[in-house]
């Protein structure tokens, strides 16, 4: 449906970018309508046909990993293209067409208006400069008919939810916007993203490494000693391929740390004995009493 209030958000290459074969002419922005002027150039007054042939829009659903990576998606269109059985000629293959005695052949009327003298499409014709006897079957002299095609987008890496590319199909073009889902592992913030990775207390106090789930791949992660619960850890160049520039974003690693519900004697007595030994204690700890000669847990 178009959206002649619209400005639609399209997609810009850079030069020496590398886009998929037969990716759209890609811009910063896409207006929705023609200019107007240019669509008249073709005779004294102009084709109005051509002005309200608007490209067709369709909406794409596409998975977090097929934005941020690329693909090539199948599409199937039905979109007014050259008809086919004729070529776009609008008379029956193997007939022939009739010359137009009323414009000569040029296509082109001229009109006297007193002093002026003004040209425009033949009404006989319609500015063929024939007239066809035996009509297409298929399209029925227009030239054009409604077909389905099943064509393949390549969809750019990158690309956000709400942007829009223009395709060629046929003798045709159309408008693609794209919606993006949403991913249970990943935040986007542009050319960045963002996942959580829950790591133990034993992880968070003495560091160590653990394995997050990258767009790409698996990512070991360095877990420095003492990490906080939120603290962030930057994985460079690991993020989505900057679409409106070079190079990729970045991942950043958000530290969850988990605090287990239930513990083991041994467990709960070795928290016992690490919360006799802390001194920077707002308030107090279950199990633990403070006493003249220091803190000491209620089992001692």
């Known amino acids: 449906v178009p959206?002649?209030?619209?400005?639609?958000?399209?997609?810009?290459?850079?030069?020496?970018?590398?886009?998929?074969?037969?990716?759209?002419?890609?811009?910063?922005?896409?207006?929705?309508?023609r200019k107007i002027f240019g669509e008249f150039s073709s005779s004294s007054f102009g084709d109005f046909q051509s002005v309200f042939d608007q490209p067709q829009e369709y909406v794409m659903e596409l998975t977090f990993n097929q934005a941020a990576k690329g693909v090539n998606k199948e599409f199937t269109v039905n979109i007014m293209d050259t008809c086919e059985r004729c070529d776009g000629k609008g008379n029956e293959p193997g007939t022939k067409v009739q010359h137009c005695h009323y414009c000569g052949g040029s296509g082109m009327e001229t009109i006297n208006t007193g002093p002026f003298v003004m040209r425009s499409t033949c009404r006989r014709c319609g500015g063929r400069g024939s007239i066809i006897i035996s009509p297409c079957v298929v399209c029925r002299g227009a030239g054009q008919a409604k077909q389905k095609k099943r064509v393949v987008i390549p969809v750019p890496a990158g690309v956000?939810?709400?942007?829009?590319?223009?395709?060629?199909?046929?003798?045709?073009?159309?408008?693609?916007?794209?919606?993006?889902?949403?991913?249970?592992?990943?935040?986007?913030?542009?050319?960045?993203?963002?996942?959580?990775?829950?790591?133990?207390?034993?992880?968070?106090?003495?560091?160590?490494?653990?394995?997050?789930?990258g767009l790409y791949e698996t990512i070991n992660v360095t877990i420095p000693p003492g990490v906080q619960t939120d603290q962030k850890i930057r994985m460079g160049g690991k993020g989505i391929p900057r679409?409106?520039?070079?190079?990729?974003?970045?991942?950043?690693?958000?530290?969850?740390?988990?605090?287990?519900?239930?513990l083991t004697s041994r467990q709960q007595s070795l928290m016992l004995s690490y919360a006799e030994d802390e001194t920077d204690v707002e308030g107090t700890v279950n199990g633990v009493t403070l006493t003249s000669s220091g803190k000491r847990s209620t089992g001692n």
């Open 243 to 262: 679409i409106n520039s070079y190079g990729y974003g970045d991942h950043y690693i958000h530290i969850k740390i988990k605090v287990p519900k239930r």
């Open 160 to 213: 956000e939810d709400g942007q829009t590319v223009r395709m060629p199909v046929g003798k045709k073009e159309i408008f693609v916007t794209f919606r993006v889902q949403k991913s249970p592992v990943f935040r986007r913030d542009g050319a960045d993203i963002h996942s959580d990775l829950f790591i133990s207390i034993a992880q968070a106090i003495l560091g160590g490494t653990a394995r997050a789930q």
């Open 3 to 33: 959206e002649p209030q619209a400005e639609r958000h399209c997609l810009r290459a850079l030069p020496g970018r590398s886009w998929p074969p037969g990716a759209a002419d890609i811009e910063t922005r896409c207006q929705p309508h």
